[in-house]
């Protein structure tokens, strides 16, 4: 078992950075490749980035690319996305995954799932 907490979420302007952290417990983290999903209200849950376990290959969602970067350290079992350059369309519940590799995350056919942490991005 992994459990996922992710946390950093917060109401924020358009234009300003936020970033986000998610802890994992309990199995090698750095077994697993990692990965961020969001769900806008009445939409469905969608990529936004994944990591190897590794940390060297990563993905990202296209509405993202060259805005987010996701990030990891193995040594205290934490997960980060950087926001920058953050738009109202960003707004979100931002979830953590765990998964076998940064394909299957990207995929969304996870293991493990954190509760989420809201974003809201305001005009």
């Known amino acids: 078992q992994v459990q996922l907490v992710e946390s950093g979420g917060g109401l924020v302007q358009a234009g300003v950075s936020l970033r986000l952290s998610c802890a994992a417990s309990g199995r090698t983290f750095s077994s697993y490749a990692m990965g961020w999903f969001r769900q806008a209200p009445g939409k469905e849950r969608e990529f936004v980035a994944a990591i190897s376990w590794s940390g060297t290959i990563t993905y990202y969602a296209e509405s993202v690319k060259g805005r987010f970067t996701i990030s990891r350290n193995n040594a205290n079992n934490t997960l980060y996305l950087q926001m920058n350059s953050l738009k109202p369309e960003d707004t979100a519940v931002y979830y953590c995954?765990?998964?076998?590799?940064?394909?299957?995350?990207?995929?969304?056919?996870?293991?493990?799932w954190g509760q989420g942490t809201q974003v809201t991005v305001s005009s």
């Open positions: 995954t765990a998964g076998r590799t940064a394909v299957i995350v990207r995929r969304g056919e996870n293991d493990y």
